[in-house]
Nanobody, 123 residues
Framework: QVQLVESGGGLVQAGGSLRLSCAAS????????MGWFRQAPGMEREFVAA???????YYADSVKGRFTISRDNAKNTVYLQMNSLKPEDTAVYYC?????????????????WGQGTQVTVSS
C-alpha cells in the first residue's frame, strides 16, 4: 500500500504560481512512477505530468513550458511547480502512483491516488 497526501493548492490570480506537493508513505517510493492529474467540474480526469523513478518527465501539451514535475526520493515527495497559471488550469489536482519503471498518461494505469487539492485561478 502507498498513501499519498497532496498539499499546496489554493486561489491565485492568472499569471501567478503555485507549487503542489505530494507526500508518499508506505512502500519504497523510488520504485514508483508518479503522476499528476486534474479534474475540472463536469470534465473527465486528465493527465498533467508524470515522472519516472529515474527522473524522466512527461507533460501534457497544455502545460508544457509552464509546469515542472520533480521528485525527491529521499523525502518521498513529488512536486508540481505551476507557473503562468491560467483560469483554465482551475481544477482539483490529484497525485497518483504506479509501481514499476514506466509511467503513462492514462489514469486507470495508476493504482494509488491522493485525495486531491483544489487549484483555482482567477482572471
Amino acid at each position: 500500500q502507498v498513501q499519498l497526501v497532496e498539499s499546496g493548492g489554493g486561489l491565485v490570480q492568472a499569471g501567478g504560481s503555485l507549487r503542489l506537493s505530494c507526500a508518499a508513505s508506505g512502500r519504497t517510493f523510488s520504485n514508483y512512477g508518479m503522476g499528476w492529474f486534474r479534474q475540472a467540474p463536469g470534465m473527465e480526469r486528465e493527465f498533467v505530468a508524470a515522472i519516472r523513478w529515474s527522473g524522466t518527465t512527461y507533460y501534457a501539451d497544455s502545460v508544457k513550458g509552464r509546469f515542472t514535475i520533480s521528485r525527491d526520493n529521499a523525502k518521498n515527495t513529488v512536486y508540481l511547480q505551476m507557473n503562468s497559471l491560467k483560469p483554465e488550469d482551475t481544477a482539483v489536482y490529484y497525485c497518483a502512483a504506479r509501481q514499476g519503471v514506466a509511467v503513462t498518461t492514462t489514469s486507470r494505469d495508476y493504482v494509488y491516488w491522493g485525495q486531491g487539492t483544489q487549484v483555482t485561478v482567477s482572471s
